[in-house]
């Protein structure tokens, strides 16, 4: 079946735009994660939601990051006055209904490399 | 909070020949999942293999094993018969396992490349 879709691939913006970047889980995926990479660096936790609902924002940088899931599906992260710092590969992730106590596998989207010139 | 240490930026291999990639991890938690992801150039993130913490037999997956030493927190990727397809870079994380938000928390990373 189709896995986890990032839209776009690449973007590139400028200092003080506003940028929105789209993820489409696999089709019955209620936990869906950002992370963000810089360059040489492993991927960091963003935001998690559980259906519609952030359960665990705890990652996002500063009030210029915001992330929503309107329907428990599609989750758009939304990032304004964007600055060159930035400028990183931002992935996406999904996994089936978490379960305390079962881990459930992580699925990861191929990526949006925003470039702010 | 927890950490997760990669201590070799870059490794290098012949062909059919075996690689271990290190890595230590930090945390207060006593059950917990540790994972070793690929990364090639396309940038799509590969589970490769996973470990439970309250297991104390380490996890193979075909060619992919792990030495998993929880008292001394280290978690080893040893690759066998190495490929050229196994060129990537790859990340050591950790989650713990609690449910609700299961983040995974990543390392830096080792860029391995495996020679003709």
């Known amino acids: 079946g189709a896995g986890v879709s990032q839209t776009p691939s690449n973007k590139v913006t400028e200092k003080g735009k506003y940028v929105e970047l789209r993820c489409d889980p696999i089709s019955g995926h209620t936990a869906l994660y950002w992370y963000r990479q810089s360059l040489g660096q492993g991927p960091e936790f963003l935001i998690y939601f559980q259906g519609t609902g952030a359960a665990d924002d705890s990652g996002l940088p500063n009030d210029r990051f915001f992330a929503v899931r309107p329907e428990g599906s599609v989750s758009t992260l939304k990032i304004q006055r964007t600055e060159r710092g930035d400028s990183a590969v931002y992935l996406c992730a999904s996994s089936a209904t978490s379960t305390s106590g079962q881990y459930n596998e992580q699925f990861f989207g191929p990526g949006t490399r925003l470039t702010v010139l | 909070a927890q950490t997760v240490t990669q201590s070799q930026p870059e490794m290098s291999v012949q062909e059919a020949e075996t690689v271990t990639l290190s890595c230590t991890y930090d945390t207060s938690e006593n059950n917990y999942y540790l994972f070793w992801y690929k990364q090639p150039p396309s940038r799509q993130m590969i589970l490769v293999i996973r470990q439970e913490a309250y297991k104390q037999q380490n996890a193979t997956e075909n060619r992919f094993s792990v030495n998993f030493q929880k008292a001394a927190k280290s978690f080893s990727l040893k690759i066998s018969d190495s490929q050229l397809g196994d060129t990537a870079m790859y990340f050591c994380?950790?989650?713990?396992?609690?449910?609700?938000?299961?983040?995974?928390?990543f390392g830096k990373g080792t860029k391995l490349t495996v020679n003709p």
């Open positions: 994380a950790f989650a713990d396992y609690q449910g609700g938000s299961e983040k995974l928390v």
